[in-house]
Every structure is written in structure tokens, then in C-alpha cells.
């Protein structure tokens, strides 16, 4: 009968059959991201070791007692999970009690009874240690197991980690000051309550809890009754065994390691003698290596100081700690990733590749990369474990942990960095090889049941076959060995052929995807070591062997029971792959603070001195670096491991749901975060791609040292994942962004339009540029599949045009506001083209541009924009408003001109008199001394403020028909259907006729604004279609100049027009063009005197002012008269006729200051004479 038949068998009589509905859904099973799992199946190791114990057979000696040894373990495990989770709450109640007097007995009585389960937690915890400590010597002494050798690896690592748990629980009672506290409370409160005096907590229980060295002594104790010699051999043969696996790093799991280091400090502070002097260097370097051990999660041990206790040192232990610094190792560690996961993939590649990897290279490659996990993982433990034993001193506000993890990694450069990478890379090859497992593990069980059969059907027939003498033990025991375990084909004689030394040739062996049971290879194990330790009958050259040497006859036998047990030391956590990978994997020690916060004494850290969220925020400030960005969110499958070992270990939904918490406020922060830096990712990427390339290549010189690398093409990756889970629950990183995206998109936005309240017009185009690359990045994010809102609500939004009653924004007001107290009044005209210089030169705000870099770089390239305004500001502007808001803009203009008018009427009127028109100097007089004779008479008037007054109320008169104009042509530029909109404003139909009262759905404003559209725009003639043939090629200069003439012509003629304009007499004419010309000097003179950067003349009041003259001279008539009053046409015949040749450097400059200001009034003539016409008709 097969033995894989008589296993199953044994199972089933031994084991009771799992109920599927027994399976429990771990709601924080450790995940990384994007992978998760949700459900995982209890027992995968060889937790039941008795199904061989009626073999009779060596082996089972020692499965009796690792079976005894693990149960303890298994009770101390599960009082270190108490002790660790354990918080003081009984203080607290005690004060309360103190504060509440009248019902101390009654709460005393409650609380007492509501926690009388901590006293017996302590009782248990005395009782086991103490057991364990009796049961490790029971072992001790049993000088059977050590002088004939019948002990194996199994059974000293099972003894060495319940010695190691045993120091745990020791330490850990030691730190945890909340389990005293909540003694000393529980019998503070039993003594109020006579009732309750029986539940005081034992005062020997409150000794060993502040005894730190109760559990030494009772060691001590235990341990001193041992004969020296039995207690030398057994220390000999634990550091032999510590000391190889500890050197050769076989080991998989990462608690293995400190359970040997722990096991091999107790041997050197309980026995001394049994180490041999000469492995001092040896035991020096091993301790050197990591001199603070980490215990349980966050807490750990200093063993240097606790080593000096022993006498193996002679008083003069120096041992220089080194200090763990996974940076040193980073390059090594990501090629061994690397070469790890490319043997991975090979292996797991299709099936015509199957036989790339012998079976041992195929075992081995799954043990290297679970070892790199777990040794990558204990550095960056060690490396944890030294930041809080040695915390920073400053700032002093913050409590040592604190401190610790928030700024200890940042006292050498790049370790956060390298924290994060090694912690990401053993979550990717976690991940690789779980998704693996389905083609991995079949291939992993048919290499081990191969190398396995090959061993009990050839390897124990070679040693039975080459045995030399006491051939009848040793071949029982191999034959027993064979019959247990072989693998036999139908019709296979098991037998070995009896002959001394015969070769024969190799059995066959099975190919089968099904493993040999743990249960079976860890029977099979015990009992080879038995045939192979020194102390053994087979290998002690002792008695009736003394003269033939070991059982075995030749060394091969030997070296194929050293080899099978080298080969199968993992095969059992092996063979469980998804438990031992996901206790190797587990990152819950870099959440978990319980320790910590004892010691700090603080109830709870605040979020940001969390491991996780340090980790992810260090991620996305480190954005440059696109190897860090890759791996945001793999630090918050911390908080996975955690929730699952908070559900499972301790058994806590307190710590589950602060887990949870904590992983919300991380997740909600880091979303914010995450938000931003993907939205300036993207804008910073628009932008760059939007600028010219000679502008770029112009920026980046000056800003070489801070130019921005967008990220964006790496977060498009990062997004299109979209699957993400943290604590078994998807989260959509999508919509968790979406909404700080949408405030980021808001807020630039914003931001911009704020813009155009300080700087009008001027910035438009400059704003409307960034607007279109925010636009852009919205698109993007669009595309990626973010639910944002749609971009032109947010800009109305910005623009605050949502009123469902009237056009006026709050955008159009900030413009108008300054299009018409700033533009109009204070920046000069230029004309052919018309643009508005400012008075002096602005600067975009930078902040507002963009964040960072990128708002520095588009204001130096859009700095140009502002330095005048031109119809393509007024067109961006046009574009921007609704065109229901042409109205409001209509009738800001009218009431602009109105009001200017009255304005400039007053100084007109006021200084008239004063501007005198002197007599003109006679024929043949010399250039420079009629012009001298003009600069007498009227350079007073360069500094007279009323004059100054009168030319600024032209500028603005002349600056808003500019307006007008520069409007109308926006206007044309947005070709938008003009027949509807008006028609639809002024509520007729394409015939003419009225459809219903819509005006009277609008304010006041508007309705008023209303009545300048329909009175503008009627026709001369009243023909059929008078009513929606609307013309608005020049609608808005109309409005300024229809509203110009009718407040002119209220004006008594005698103020403009001339009383004998045929008389050309300065006694008697007083018309406009007469005192145009004194002020037309005045303003001509005062530019040809100015000098550098002074703000006077043209560059103080442009071309406004002349703007203005021409069209008073056309409706006056007084064109004519102009230019025979115009005083620099009468120097320019002057100096034509000159002959004394003296150069008059002042003069020259004025004619050529006058000629360009002619040039100016002939412009603005023909500008404005069809318009006259049009409207005098």
C-alpha cells in the first residue's frame, strides 16, 4: 500500500475535516498594492506531529517534545500579543472614582469585577514561564537525547524559540508600564470596596512584575543544578547549530534570525564554559552585526549591556556596534531583486520551458527570494530598531518617537529613499510571487517530491548498500525510513539487494504535482539526523566500532545524509508557501508603537509620525525622482499587515479600528496631497509643451537650477491602474483625487481672474494663456478618466457669472472697473495700430501664475504680454464675457462720455480766456527767434495744473473713442450671429415683431442699458427689415460718439465754435481751433522737453489728447482754421525761409515733435469723418 495512501488515512482519523463555512474573511489581510487577498486557510504548517508516532522509530522521541515545547510556545505567544496590546485604563477610573466619592464603591465594585482578568494574565504568565523554564531542563537532563546524538534541528530551534519567548515576555512585562499601573489601580480600587478585597492582585505578582531580573533568577535558579559536563556538551551543540545557521543564512522566515541570536545570548550568560574561547571574534561579530535585536513589532533590546553579565568576556566585553545603514547595501540588494525576479519569471514561463532549472535550482530559487524578503526586511528592522534607541535631540517639543521617525531618517542623505525602495521591492517580489503560485507551486511541489523520493528510494539504498558494519541496525532503520515514505510504482520491489557493495542502478521516480506531507518530511528529517549526530551509535567510533571507523563504511554515505538534510531544511515552510510569504512579507512591526507609547507616555502619535504616511508623503515630495513616484502607494500596505495582525495576533478590534482610522486620515491626507502633485504634474507638463521652443531654450538659462520636470507621463501609468486596495476594500484613486484636482483646477483659476481685478486689461492675454494650459491639463485629467467638472463651469464659477437676472459678472465688472478708472484715464494712446501703453511697467504677479517654478518661468515668457494692450487683449476680453454683457459695456461707454465731457467742458471753459493766441512773428523773421518768441509767451503754462487738467480730460475723451473702437473690432473678431442676439435682446422677431416682454426679466441696469441698443441702432430709413438688420461693425464707437455730439450740441455755440470764422484775426477769434493751437504748442513743447524716462508729454498723455482735438475741429468745422492757426506749421515756414543758418536744437526738436502730432490730427480726421458724417446726417 502506497504511503501517500496511509497518510491521507492517518489524517482523516486524526484531523477532523475543515468546514468551508469555518473559513473567516480576514478583513485586514496583509495586501500590497494593486494586489490584494481576502481570505486565507487556517493550519498550512505541520502543526500536528504525532501522525508518525507509532513508527516506534527514534524520530518520535523528538516529536513528542517539540509537540510539548510548541504548545508552550504557542500559550507564551499569545501572553506576549496580551502584554503588548495591553493599555492602562484602570487609572483612569480611579480618578474618577476619586472625583466621585459617593459612588466609589459602587464603580470600585464594577471596574474590579470588569477586569479581574488582568490579575489572572499575570498569574498565567508567572505559572508558564516558569513551566517552560522546568521543561527546558527536564530536557537538559535527559542525557539519553544528548549522549546518543538523538537530537536533530527541529529540535533545537523549537527549544531556542521558546527560550526566545520567554525573553520576550519577560522584557516586554518589564516596559509595559500600563499593566502596572493597572495593578497598583485595581488594588487601589479593591481596598475601597471591602466587598471587592478579594480581588486585589497578589503582592508576589506585583514583585515579578517590577522585578527585572525575576525571570534571570529563576533561570539561575533552574539551571545550576546541571552537571557541568552534561550542561558543557548541550551549550557546545546549541552554538554549533546557532553558529551555522546564523553564518550560512538558510534561514527563511525573519524572526528565525533573532531566535537564534537570542538563544545563543542565553547559552553565554547561562554556561559560559560550554563556548570555547577561540569563537569570542566569532560571537563578537555576530552581536556586532546587530547589537539592538528586535523582540516584537516595534520593541527591541540592546544585548550589548545585557551580554556584559557574562563571565565568557572576563569583565571586558568590546563589542563597537555597527550601525545599520541599508543605503550602504542598496545597489547590491535591488540587483539581487533583479536577478531573483528574472530566475522567477524564467521559472514560472511557459511550459516549453519547464526544464530551464534542475529541481534543486527550482527549490532554491524560491528559498533565495523568501530569504531576501525576510533579510531585507530585518535590515530595514535593525535600522528602525537603532532610530528609536538613539533619537534626535531636538526639537524638544516633540516626544523621542517622534522625533525618531520623523526626523531620524533624515540625518544621512537618502535614507528615506532607500527605506522606501527596499520596502517596495519586497512587496513587488511578494507580489510576483503570489501571483505566481499557480504555476509556481505545482513545480515547486513535483521538484520536492523528487528530490525527496530520490533520496528515500536511491540516497538511503546507496548508504544501506555501502553500510560496513552493524549493516542489521542500520538497515532496519533504512528500510523502516523507506517503508514509511517511499513512493513505490505498481508492481516496484522495494527490496534492497543484500549484497555487500553491489551498484545498482537507479530507481525511477514518480513525477507527481502532489509534495510528501510537512508531517512526513520533518519525520523523515528528525530521524537522518539521528543516524549522523557526533554523539550517535552509528558515528561514534567508540566499542566494538573503535577499529572499523562510522557505520556508514565510506564518506558518500555520510555526505548524502548531510546533503538530503542541507537541501530539505526549508521544504516544509516550503510546502506552506502563501503563510511562510506572508510572514515573511509582514510589515506590521513599522506601524505598531504600543511600546513606544508607554514609553513616551502618550495615548496616541499624531498621523504624520507614522511610517506609512512619512513614507508616501517622502514619495510624492520627491517627485523628480520618477522611481520614487512609481512606488506611492506601496508604504500604505503597511496599514494591511497591521489590520491583519491586529485581528489575528491580538485579537483586538480596538487596534483594528484605530488602524483603520489612522489609514483614513493617511489615506485622506495623502489624497490631498496626491491630488495637488498630480495636478501640477499634468499643468507643469502643458505648459512646457505650450511655450515656443525658443522661449523655452531662452528660460531655461535663467532658470537652469529650479527648471521643472514634469512627471505626468509617469502618473498616467500610476491613474490607468486605478485598483488599489487598502484593508481588503478597493479604493478608487481616481475619485479619492478627483475633488482636491477639482480645488486645485478651481483655485489656479481663481488665482488668474484675480489677475484682471488688479491689472484689467492689461493682463488678459496673459491670463486667458495659462487659462487655455489649465484648460488643457484638464482635458488630460479628462481623459485619464477623473471625474471632474466640467471646465467651462469652473471658469464661470471663477468669473462669478451665474446670475440668472443680469450679464454682469463679476469678471466683467473687475475689468470694467478697470478698463474705466485705470485704462481710459491714465494709460497713453498710441495709434496706427491703436494700443494703451501703461504709465509705468507691470509686472505679473508670479504666485498666481502657477506654483513653485513653474509660476516664475510663465512670468518671465508672459511678461511681454502686459507692456501695452492691444485689440487682442480687448478680443480675449470680448470672448469672455457673454454677449448679453455688450449691452452693459454700451453703457458704461455712453455714461463714460458723459461724464468726461462735463469733465473737460469745466477746464475748457475755465482756461479758455487764458490761452490767448499771440501774433504770429512777421515774414522773414529768423526760426529760432520766432520760435523764441513763442516759447515766451506760453512756457508758463508747462506747469499750470489747470492746463494739466484740461489735457487729461482730452487723453481720457480721446482714450475712450480709442476704446470704442478697439471694442468694435473684438467684436468682429467673435463673429457671433449678430441678428439673433440682438434681435433676442431687444425681444422682436426676424420680422420685426415683439414676441414678449424679456427685458422685464432683467434688473434695472440692463433694462436701461436696453434703450441704448434700440436707439442706436434705427435706421434713417424705415425700411421692412429696420428692425433686425442690426449693425455693429462700429456699434460701441457709435454709442461714444452719438453720445459725444448730443452733449456737444447742447453746449452754447460760443464755447467751440467760432464767431467769424472767415476772420482770421487772434484779437477777435476765440474758437476751439484758436485755443487748440496754444495748447496744441503747450503739448508739443512739453514733450520736446522732456528728457530720459520722465513721465510728460506723449508718454504721460499719448495720443488721446490729440484724438480729441480732431474730432472737435470736425464738428466745428474748424479744420481749416486749424491749420492755419497751428503754430508749428508757422515755425516750419519759418525755418524754411531762414538764411542765418543758426540750428536751434530745442526748435528742431519741437518740429519734429509738431510734425508727428499733424500726422496724428490727420489720422484721427479721417478716422472720425465718416463716423461724422454717418451721424449728422
Excluded at 520536492?448 to 555501502?466: A, R
Aim: hydrophobic share 40%; charged share 20%.
Amino acid at each position: 500500500m502506497r504511503t501517500r495512501a496511509r497518510t491521507g488515512a492517518i489524517q482523516r482519523e486524526q484531523k477532523e475535516t475543515i468546514d468551508l463555512l469555518e473559513i473567516k474573511f480576514a478583513d485586514g489581510n496583509p495586501n500590497s498594492a494593486p494586489m490584494t487577498s481576502f481570505f486565507r486557510l487556517p493550519n498550512e504548517t505541520c502543526s500536528d506531529h504525532g501522525l508518525y508516532l507509532s513508527s516506534g522509530l527514534s524520530a518520535t522521541t523528538n516529536m513528542i517534545e517539540i509537540n510539548k515545547i510548541e504548545e508552550k510556545i504557542k500559550t507564551l505567544d499569545d501572553l506576549i500579543a496580551k502584554f503588548y496590546s495591553r493599555r492602562a485604563i484602570m487609572s483612569t477610573i480611579h480618578k474618577h472614582v476619586l472625583e466621585n466619592p459617593e459612588r466609589a464603591k459602587e464603580i470600585a465594585a464594577i471596574a474590579v469585577k470588569q477586569y479581574d482578568s488582568l490579575p489572572t494574565t499575570v498569574a498565567l504568565s508567572i505559572d508558564q514561564i516558569n513551566q517552560s523554564i522546568k521543561h527546558i531542563v527536564t530536557i537538559f537532563t535527559n542525557s539519553e537525547i544528548w549522549s546518543r546524538g538523538l537530537y536533530s534541528d527541529e529540535l533545537l530551534f523549537t527549544i531556542c524559540s521558546l527560550i526566545h519567548r520567554i525573553f520576550v515576555l519577560d522584557k516586554i512585562k518589564t516596559v509595559k508600564n500600563s499593566i502596572k499601573n493597572d495593578i497598583n489601580a485595581i488594588n487601589q480600587l479593591a481596598l475601597l470596596n471591602s466587598a471587592s478585597s478579594q480581588n486585589a492582585v497578589d503582592q508576589t505578582m506585583i514583585s515579578w512584575l517590577n522585578d527585572k531580573e525575576a525571570v534571570d533568577k529563576k533561570m539561575n535558579e533552574s539551571f545550576k543544578n546541571l552537571p557541568n559536563e552534561l550542561f558543557n556538551q548541550i551549550t557546545s551543540i546549541f552554538y554549533s547549530f546557532i553558529s551555522r545557521l546564523l553564518n550560512k543564512s538558510h534561514l527563511l522566515l525573519p524572526q528565525d534570525n533573532y531566535v537564534l541570536r537570542i538563544s545563543l545570548a542565553f547559552f553565554i550568560i547561562r554556561n559560559p564554559n560550554g563556548i570555547p574561547q577561540n569563537e569570542l571574534s566569532n560571537i563578537i561579530s555576530l552581536f556586532a552585526q546587530v547589537p539592538i535585536i528586535p523582540l516584537f513589532c516595534e520593541f527591541s533590546f540592546n544585548i550589548i549591556p545585557y551580554l556584559t553579565k557574562s563571565s565568557y568576556f572576563k569583565g571586558s566585553l568590546s563589542i563597537t556596534p555597527k550601525e545599520i545603514n541599508p543605503k550602504d547595501q542598496i545597489l547590491d540588494r535591488r540587483q539581487q531583486f533583479s536577478e531573483i525576479s528574472m530566475k522567477l519569471k524564467k521559472l514560472c514561463s511557459s511550459q516549453q520551458h519547464s526544464q530551464i532549472f534542475t529541481r534543486e535550482e527550482t527549490v532554491q530559487i524560491v528559498s533565495d527570494a523568501i530569504q531576501l524578503i525576510s533579510s531585507t526586511t530585518n535590515l530595514l528592522r535593525e535600522q528602525y530598531a537603532q532610530k528609536l534607541e538613539q533619537p534626535p535631540t531636538e526639537p524638544q517639543s516633540m516626544k523621542p518617537y517622534e522625533r525618531s521617525v520623523r526626523f531620524g531618517y533624515t540625518i544621512h542623505h537618502g535614507e528615506l529613499k532607500t527605506v522606501l525602495q527596499l520596502l517596495s521591492l519586497c512587496r513587488e517580489l511578494n507580489d510576483m510571487i503570489r501571483l505566481s503560485i499557480p504555476t509556481l507551486y505545482p513545480k515547486l511541489c513535483v521538484s520536492i517530491q523528487q528530490m525527496f523520493q530520490d533520496f528515500i528510494k536511491n540516497g538511503l539504498e546507496y548508504v544501506h548498500s555501502h553500510a560496513k558494519h552493524g549493516k542489521k541496525a542500520v538497515w532496519e532503520l533504512i528500510e523502516a525510513i523507506r517503508n514509511i515514505s517511499g513512493d513505490w510504482n505498481p508492481g516496484e520491489d522495494p527490496t534492497i539487494a543484500k549484497k555487500v557493495g553491489s551498484e545498482t542502478k537507479d530507481r525511477s521516480i514518480p513525477v507527481r504535482t502532489a509534495a510528501p506531507s510537512p508531517q512526513l518530511i520533518e519525520f523523515v528529517r528528525i530521524q537522518v539526523s539521528h543516524m549522523i549526530t557526533p554523539e550517535c551509535d552509528f558515528m561514534n567510533a567508540t566499542g566494538k566500532y573503535s577499529k572499523l571507523g562510522n557505520a556508514y563504511g565510506d564518506s558518500n554515505s555520510e555526505k548524502k545524509l548531510n546533503d538530503f538534510l542541507l537541501l530539505s531544511s526549508n521544504w516544509v515552510q516550503l510546502l506552506s508557501l502563501d503563510q511562510t510569504l506572508a510572514i515573511a512579507a509582514d510589515q506590521s512591526a513599522f506601524y505598531f508603537k504600543e511600546v513606544q507609547l508607554d514609553l513616551n507616555n502618550s495615548v496616541q502619535f499624531p498621523v504624520k509620525s507614522s511610517i506609512p504616511f512619512i513614507l508616501c508623503q517622502f514619495a510624492l515630495d520627491s517627485y523628480i525622482q520618477p522611481e520614487i513616484t512609481d512606488i506611492l502607494f506601496y508604504p500604505l500596505s503597511i496599514y494591511d499587515d497591521a489590520a491583519n495582525v491586529a485581528l489575528n495576533c491580538f485579537k483586538s478590534k480596538l487596534m483594528f479600528d484605530e488602524i483603520k482610522a489612522e489609514a483614513r486620515v493617511a489615506l485622506s491626507t495623502l489624497s490631498v496631497l496626491i491630488g495637488e502633485f498630480t495636478f501640477n504634474a499634468y499643468e507643469t507638463f502643458c505648459a512646457l509643451k505650450q511655450l515656443p521652443e525658443k522661449v523655452i531654450s531662452n528660460l531655461k538659462q535663467t532658470h537652469a537650477r529650479h527648471w521643472p520636470n514634469s512627471q505626468a507621463y509617469r502618473l498616467r501609468t500610476l491613474l490607468q491602474q486605478n485598483r488599489y486596495y487598502l484593508l481588503s476594500k478597493q479604493i478608487s484613486l481616481k475619485s479619492l483625487i478627483a475633488p482636491r484636482i477639482d480645488q486645485e483646477v478651481n483655485n489656479t483659476i481663481q488665482k488668474l481672474y484675480d489677475i484682471s481685478r488688479e491689472f484689467g486689461l492689461s493682463a488678459s492675454l496673459a491670463v486667458d494663456y495659462v487659462v487655455n494650459i489649465v484648460k488643457e491639463t484638464h482635458r488630460i485629467l479628462i481623459e485619464q478618466g477623473l471625474p471632474l467638472m466640467p471646465f467651462q463651469d469652473i471658469v464661470e464659477v471663477a468669473k462669478e457669472n451665474k446670475s440668472l437676472e443680469s450679464f454682469n459678472s463679476n469678471y466683467f465688472k473687475d475689468i470694467l472697473q478697470h478698463l474705466t478708472h485705470v485704462l481710459i484715464r491714465t494709460y497713453s494712446l498710441a495709434v496706427a495700430p491703436i494700443r494703451f501703453i501703461p504709465p509705468k511697467k507691470i509686472q505679473l504677479p508670479a504666485e498666481n501664475l502657477g506654483k513653485h517654478a513653474l509660476g516664475k518661468i510663465l512670468k518671465d515668457a508672459l511678461d511681454n504680454t502686459v507692456s501695452f494692450v492691444t485689440v487682442y487683449h480687448f478680443s480675449t476680453f470680448i470672448r469672455n464675457i457673454s454677449d448679453g454683457s455688450v449691452v452693459l459695456l454700451a453703457k458704461s461707454i455712453q455714461n463714460n462720455i458723459s461724464r468726461s465731457f462735463y469733465y473737460f467742458l469745466n477746464f475748457y471753459t475755465n482756461i479758455k480766456t487764458k490761452l490767448t493766441r499771440i501774433h504770429d512773428a512777421t515774414f522773414g523773421t529768423p526760426s529760432h527767434e520766432a520760435f523764441t518768441r513763442y516759447e515766451g509767451a506760453y512756457k508758463y503754462f508747462l506747469n499750470n495744473k489747470e492746463v494739466a487738467s484740461l489735457i487729461r480730460s482730452m487723453q481720457i475723451l480721446g482714450n475712450t473713442f480709442a476704446v470704442a473702437e478697439v471694442l468694435d473690432q473684438a467684436l468682429s473678431i467673435k463673429k457671433f450671429n449678430v441678428i439673433e442676439v440682438m434681435n433676442y435682446l431687444r425681444s422682436v422677431n426676424e420680422n420685426g415683431k415683439p414676441l414678449n416682454e424679456i427685458e422685464n426679466l432683467f434688473d434695472k441696469q440692463f433694462q436701461e442699458a436696453m434703450k441704448i441698443i434700440t436707439s442706436s441702432n434705427k435706421q434713417p430709413n424705415n425700411t421692412a427689415n429696420s428692425h433686425n438688420e442690426v449693425n455693429l461693425s462700429h456699434f460701441l464707437l457709435d454709442v461714444a460718439l452719438s453720445t459725444f455730439i448730443n452733449e456737444f450740441d447742447k453746449i452754447n455755440r460760443d464755447v467751440f465754435y467760432e464767431e467769424e470764422p472767415n476772420i482770421s484775426n487772434f484779437s477777435v477769434n476765440n474758437g476751439f481751433a484758436c485755443v487748440w493751437s496754444v495748447l496744441e504748442f503747450i503739448f508739443c513743447f512739453m514733450e520736446s522737453k522732456r528728457e530720459g524716462e520722465e513721465i510728460s508729454g506723449l508718454v504721460k498723455y499719448g495720443q488721446g489728447v490729440i484724438l480729441c482735438a480732431s474730432l472737435i475741429l470736425l464738428l466745428t468745422d474748424q479744420v481749416k482754421l486749424s491749420n492755419l492757426f497751428c503754430i508749428g506749421k508757422k515755425l516750419q515756414r519759418h525755418k524754411t525761409t531762414d538764411m542765418t543758418g543758426i540750428e536751434d536744437k530745442q526748435m528742431n526738436r519741437f518740429l519734429s515733435v509738431s510734425q508727428f502730432e499733424r500726422s496724428v490730427i490727420e489720422w484721427g480726421l479721417q478716422f472720425f469723418q465718416p463716423h461724422i458724417h454717418k451721424l449728422r446726417k
